[in-house]
């Protein structure tokens, strides 16, 4: 077994900065697509990160990056960055995207727009001692 995502997906779909590491192991396409589906958003941005650093490039097939990124929207709902990464991302894959990838911007601004949501401070209470 791969140890990361991202040595899984630089073994099945190669790396365009790296050499693929020699690997004896079975490579099919819907195993890794398991593992990324269950990955938490920090191993998905690392393989993302790591493949495509310049989102422009990288061996990783068009559907695998829309799927990645909305994993890890659907982890992290309220990052602009984030937000505004995938929607980057689907600007570069055709015409197809181009109306999420606005809605994700949109989201983004609204967020950053937002005032902070501030908790109260926890009010004190101030009970009469036992038996007064």
């Known amino acids: 077994m791969h140890s990361t995502l991202t040595e899984h997906a630089r073994c099945l779909y190669g790396d365009e900065y790296r050499p693929t590491p020699a690997c004896g ?4 396409e819907h195993y890794f697509v398991e593992e990324l589906t269950f990955a938490d958003a920090d191993a998905i941005l690392s393989m993302l990160r790591e493949l ?3 989102v422009v490039d990288g061996r990783l097939p068009v559907w695998i990056r829309n799927l990645a990124y ?14 505004r990464e ?3 991302n689907l600007w ?41």
């Open 70 to 83: 909305r994993l890890v929207l659907l982890q992290r709902p309220d990052e602009p960055a984030l937000l």
């Open 92 to 132: 570069l894959h055709g015409p197809d995207w181009d109306e999420t990838a606005t809605e994700l911007t949109r989201r983004a601004e609204e967020l950053e727009a937002a005032p902070p949501i501030r908790t109260p401070a926890p009010s004190v209470r101030h009970d009469p001692p036992l038996g007064a």
């Open 25 to 28: 192991q079975e490579h099919r």
């Open 86 to 88: 995938a929607a980057q």
């Open 52 to 54: 495509c650093p310049h």
